[in-house]
């Protein structure tokens, strides 16, 4: 990738007018690993969370999908407050979290495909399981799974095509608001372009989506907008294609005079 423009990786951006009302929103939201957290995440945008490991950005997932709830401050999904203590409330709010661990948190392994993809919905959504299974060709038809077919266990798919089965996972319930932790870890180039493509295709349809990564070159190119985490606060807020070191010197407790310097 040296000497050649981020552009050429990652899908287009969005645009102003792309972008529609607020999905997600927290207020002077925290708890014990985070603290005064305040943003938003638009219909139609992808918003990189940036920080060094145990600055927090983990935490604000778990805690965005009641893993370990926030205790104070508020969290506003489509403009209403919402309290969300449990993972079964986030999603019947409309809110999805691809965890960075996906063999030891996103998927049953010894599971087929088809039960892997439909575990969430089967679950947490009531009058899902008649229709869960005439849905599957699709879902997994939109993540392009490539398998023995869909009651291969997932343990024997590659990386790429595990983390494609724990995205089809949350696709079951169409999310309004996606979370996405580490979510290129581990998989080969080709899968990550598919999993960049399929992760702008969802924001161009209305999703909001905040993702986490360690690789800045891919949260450069993909996000539209990009926070910094800092010792479990917001350090401050990057525009689109800042560069590394002005991320790197937020995530590092400098201010943001000397980020965008």
């Not at 929103?25 to 219909?43: Q, S």
């Not at 229709?131 to 060709?137: E, F, G, I, V």
């Amino acid at each position: 990738m040296v000497g050649r423009d981020l552009g050429e990786y990652y899908p287009d951006r969005a645009r102003p007018g792309d972008l529609g009302p607020v999905r997600l929103a927290l207020r002077g939201a925290g708890n014990d690993r985070v603290r005064d957290l305040t943003f938003e995440v638009r219909a139609g945008e992808i918003v990189g969370l940036a920080g060094l490991q145990g600055s927090g950005r983990s935490a604000v997932a778990r805690a965005v999908f009641g893993v370990e709830p926030f205790t104070r401050g508020v969290l506003e999904v489509d403009g209403t407050p919402r309290r969300v203590a449990r993972p079964r409330t986030a999603v019947r709010l409309g809110i999805a979290l691809v965890t960075e661990d996906r063999k030891g948190d996103g998927l049953a392994l010894r599971q087929s495909v088809r039960d892997n993809t439909l575990l969430v919905r089967r679950a947490a959504l009531r009058g899902a399981r008649a229709r869960a299974r005439s849905d599957l060709p699709a879902l997994l038809g939109m993540v392009a799974v490539v398998a023995r077919g869909e009651h291969q266990e997932v343990r024997f798919l590659s990386g790429g095509n595990q983390q494609k089965v724990v995205l089809a996972k949350w696709l079951a319930v169409a999310p309004k608001v996606l979370v996405v932790d580490e979510p290129t870890r581990g998989i080969d180039v080709g899968a990550k372009r598919a999993v960049h493509e399929l992760l702008r295709d969802l924001a161009r349809r209305g999703v909001a989506v905040l993702m986490i990564s360690s690789e800045l070159p891919e949260l450069i190119g993909m996000s539209d907008r990009i926070l910094v985490m800092h010792d479990g606060a917001l350090a401050g807020e990057l525009p689109a294609g800042a560069s590394e070191g002005a991320v790197m010197a937020l995530a590092t407790g400098h201010g943001l005079a000397e980020a965008v310097a």
